[in-house]
């Protein structure tokens, strides 16, 4: 069973035992994920109950969780809260899922500034989502062409953007290859589409982009029952698709770390 590294779990309900969590991991061959904090209503008291109940658990596991604050950009004082978590608490990042706010907004720049400040990454959704009513109309890839202005915000787009996957590759194109943004944006394969669209999606990503481009996410859990099959899957992809054993290790595993800690992104 390969190791993995997971950039995208979600704090479930109940689950507030990092020892529990541990245990999880070790027995899914999981060494370290980011974890995001529950959902929380769109008020700065309620972000910064959700968030300080993430740095809990993140404190006690010895360096293999990550902690991401969930958050809405656009609550009043959420910059001041985005320092807190970073510097205060100790998290690694944050976030966000566009929900009646575009990321191209004026009113967003505080957060970039803040995010470039402070060298910290931020994953945000993208693409189609199953719940909150219509807001997909708010998470295409294309939108967040935007943080070509901020050099130094590593981010990364949860789904390979589906269904505008060939957006989503197009923009990564923009930051490797068109700018020579090595290292600022990375696509996060997390599932959401079906297998025929994320096997064509992944075809066209190892043939276009850098492997170190791609990250794996499972939007599951190692606690979840199914999940290490829910991770073959895109092991088997990668196998069918002819990916060298290398490029494996890199998308599931060894890029987690460019992410999360990779030196400030330049332009060559």
Same mark, same amino acid.
């Given at each position: 069973? %390969?190791?993995? @590294?997971?950039?995208?779990?979600?704090? #479930?309900?109940?689950? $507030?035992?990092?020892?529990? *969590?541990?245990?999880?991991?070790?027995?899914?061959?999981?060494?370290?994920? *980011?974890?995001?904090?529950?959902?929380?209503?769109?008020?700065?008291?309620?972000?910064? %109950?959700?968030?300080?109940?993430?740095?809990?658990?993140?404190? %006690?596991?010895?360096?293999?969780?990550?902690?991401?604050?969930?958050? @809405?950009?656009?609550?009043?004082?959420?910059?001041?809260?985005? $320092?807190?978590?970073?510097?205060?608490?100790?998290?690694?990042?944050?976030?966000?899922?566009?929900?009646?706010?575009?990321?191209?907004?004026?009113?967003?720049?505080?957060?970039?500034?803040?995010?470039?400040?402070?060298?910290?990454?931020?994953?945000?959704?993208?693409?189609?989502?199953?719940?909150?009513?219509?807001?997909?109309?708010?998470?295409?890839?294309?939108?967040?062409?935007?943080?070509?202005?901020?050099? @130094?915000?590593?981010?990364?787009?949860?789904?390979?953007?589906?269904?505008?996957?060939?957006?989503?590759?197009?923009?990564?194109?923009?930051?490797? !290859?068109?700018?020579?943004?090595?290292?600022?944006?990375?696509?996060?394969?997390?599932?959401?589409?079906?297998?025929?669209?994320?096997?064509? #999606?992944?075809?066209?990503?190892?043939?276009? !982009?850098?492997?170190?481009?791609?990250?794996?996410?499972?939007?599951?859990?190692?606690?979840?029952?199914?999940?290490?099959?829910?991770?073959?899957?895109?092991?088997?992809?990668?196998?069918?698709?002819?990916?060298?054993?290398?490029?494996?290790?890199?998308?599931?595993?060894? @890029?987690?770390?460019?992410?999360?800690?990779?030196?400030?992104?330049?332009?060559?």
């Amino acid at each position: 069973m %390969e190791t993995i @590294n997971d950039c995208h779990v979600h704090m #479930a309900e109940g689950v $507030r035992d990092a020892c529990a *969590i541990l245990k999880a991991m070790d027995a899914a061959a999981v060494d370290e994920i *980011i974890l995001f904090s529950p959902e929380a209503e769109d008020t700065l008291d309620a972000t910064r %109950e959700a968030t300080d109940a993430l740095a809990r658990i993140v404190k %006690e596991a010895h360096g293999r969780l990550h902690g991401f604050a969930r958050l @809405n950009p656009t609550v009043h004082g959420i910059t001041g809260e985005i $320092r807190r978590a970073i510097e205060g608490l100790g998290l690694a990042g944050i976030k966000m899922l566009p929900k009646k706010w575009y990321p191209y907004e004026d009113r967003l720049r505080p957060v970039y500034e803040t995010l470039s400040a402070l060298g910290a990454p931020v994953l945000f959704h993208s693409g189609i989502l199953w719940g909150h009513g219509a807001s997909s109309m708010y998470c295409r890839p294309a939108f967040y062409e935007v943080l070509l202005e901020y050099p @130094n915000v590593r981010f990364a787009l949860a789904h390979i953007g589906w269904p505008w996957t060939d957006e989503c590759l197009a923009l990564a194109g923009r930051f490797w !290859l068109g700018h020579g943004r090595h290292g600022q944006m990375y696509v996060d394969i997390t599932p959401g589409a079906p297998r025929a669209w994320k096997v064509d #999606a992944m075809r066209k990503a190892l043939g276009y !982009l850098p492997p170190n481009a791609l990250m794996y996410g499972s939007d599951s859990a190692p606690w979840r029952d199914g999940y290490r099959d829910w991770v073959r899957t895109d092991f088997d992809i990668l196998q069918e698709l002819g990916a060298a054993p290398a490029t494996v290790r890199q998308v599931m595993h060894d @890029n987690f770390h460019e992410f999360l800690k990779g030196a400030a992104p330049t332009t060559v």
